[in-house]
């Protein structure tokens, strides 16, 4: 098993669908993340979570819903997105929040989302 | 607003030459400063972490912090063509980890 598992790899939906990333970590990790990474930007923070208590919203929009159940699993679930939220999404894990410690981000391999 | 900027590039440099990426930031207050590889269609890597002045080696890879002109570099000696990939740089502040947009390497054999 690698580090940090995302699914589904690939995903396409319409507007009015509703889908959900997941992603699991193997590593021991207390800290979860979702980052967005569009083309020509840096990668964007989105929500972090601690010891599976949200930390931070990083001003996202409510079509964008997290869920942390433990410390290994964090969802993503998406409704009513727009196409300019085609994007790689990636979870990051770390021993600790990246607040007050320098923990590096073990990354997934993202989830390439495309909205029609 | 914390900015770390980059060079998007593409650098590009011949088969084992020195390859030297930059990166500059705003936060003065800024503590960590990490460099990420990331091939095309991958998740990003740690390469290299630095905290204080100076240069820290590893490998072929040797990254420079200098806080004074808050700027951080990489080189990458004898580069290869497996070197090929964005280089993110991270940086970090008392809470928040801020990314640049990478700079884009091709190393030509």
């Known amino acids: 098993e690698t580090g940090v598992t995302q699914t589904p790899r690939h995903l396409v939906m319409g507007m009015t669908n509703k889908k959900s990333l997941k992603c699991e970590q193997h590593?021991?990790?207390?800290?979860m993340y979702w980052y967005k990474q569009s083309a020509k930007k840096p990668l964007e923070l989105m929500f972090v979570?601690?010891?599976?208590?949200?930390?931070e919203n990083n001003s996202v929009p409510s079509r964008f819903s997290p869920e942390c159940p433990n410390s290994s699993h964090l969802f993503l679930h998406l409704h009513t997105l727009q196409p300019e939220d085609s994007a790689l999404y990636l979870c990051?894990?770390?021993?600790?929040?990246?607040?007050?410690?320098?923990?590096?981000?073990?990354f997934g391999n993202g989830t390439r989302l495309t909205v029609t | 607003q914390k900015e770390v900027e980059q060079n998007s590039g593409p650098l590009s440099v011949p088969e084992g030459a020195i390859a030297s990426l930059n990166c500059t930031y705003s936060?003065?207050?800024?503590?960590?400063f990490f460099w990420y590889r990331q091939y095309s269609g991958k998740s990003p890597e740690l390469i290299m972490s630095i905290y204080s002045n100076g240069d820290k080696e590893d490998g072929r890879f040797t990254a420079q912090l200098n806080k004074a002109s808050q700027y951080v570099s990489l080189l990458i000696r004898d580069s290869q063509p497996s070197d090929s990939a964005t280089y993110l740089c991270a940086v970090k502040g008392y809470s928040t980890l801020t990314f640049g947009k990478g700079t884009m390497l091709l190393v030509s054999p």
């Open positions: 936060d003065r207050v800024s503590q960590s």
């Open positions: 990051a894990s770390s021993q600790q929040s990246v607040a007050g410690n320098n923990s590096p981000l073990h």
């Open positions: 590593l021991g990790h207390n800290a």
């Open positions: 979570y601690n010891f599976k208590e949200q930390t």
